[in-house]
Nanobody, 124 residues
Framework: QVQLVESGGGLVQAGGSLRLSCAAS????????MGWFRQAPGKEREFVAS????????SYADSVKGRFTISRDNAKNTVYLQMNSLRPEDTSAYYC?????????????????WGQGTQVTVSS
């Protein structure tokens, strides 16, 4: 059973930065792509970023491109989301997820395991 635990959320002023972490346990972490999604109240869950198992390939939503960076440390079974130049519209619960083996995707249905989420609130 895969377990994902996010941390690093909080309250930050617009223009500030946060780094989210997601610690994974349960099986060979480096074999699987990882993704970050977010969901604001009353809105659908949306893709933020993904990274391949090796860490060599990344993808971003247009809304965060150039501001957010996804990375992973396979020795620590951890994936990160560095968020810079935060905006009030980035306010959401952020979730990490493990994807299907060999499948990089922006769609939530292609991810099998999810963390409990961490709240990010950006004040104006």
């Amino acid at each position: 059973q895969v377990q994902l635990v996010e941390s690093g959320g909080g309250l930050v002023q617009a223009g500030g930065s946060l780094r989210l972490s997601c610690a994974a346990s349960g099986r060979a972490f480096s074999n699987y792509p990882m993704g970050w999604f977010r969901q604001a109240p009353g809105k659908e869950r949306e893709f933020v970023a993904s990274i391949s198992g090796s860490g060599s390939i990344t993808s971003y939503a247009d809304s965060v491109k150039g501001r957010f960076t996804i990375s992973r440390d396979n020795a620590k079974n951890t994936v990160y989301l560095q968020m810079n130049s935060l905006r009030p519209e980035d306010t959401s619960a952020y979730y990490c997820a493990e994807g299907r083996y060999g499948v990089r995707s922006i769609h939530s249905h292609d991810y099998n395991y999810w963390g409990q989420g961490t709240q990010v609130t950006v004040s104006s």
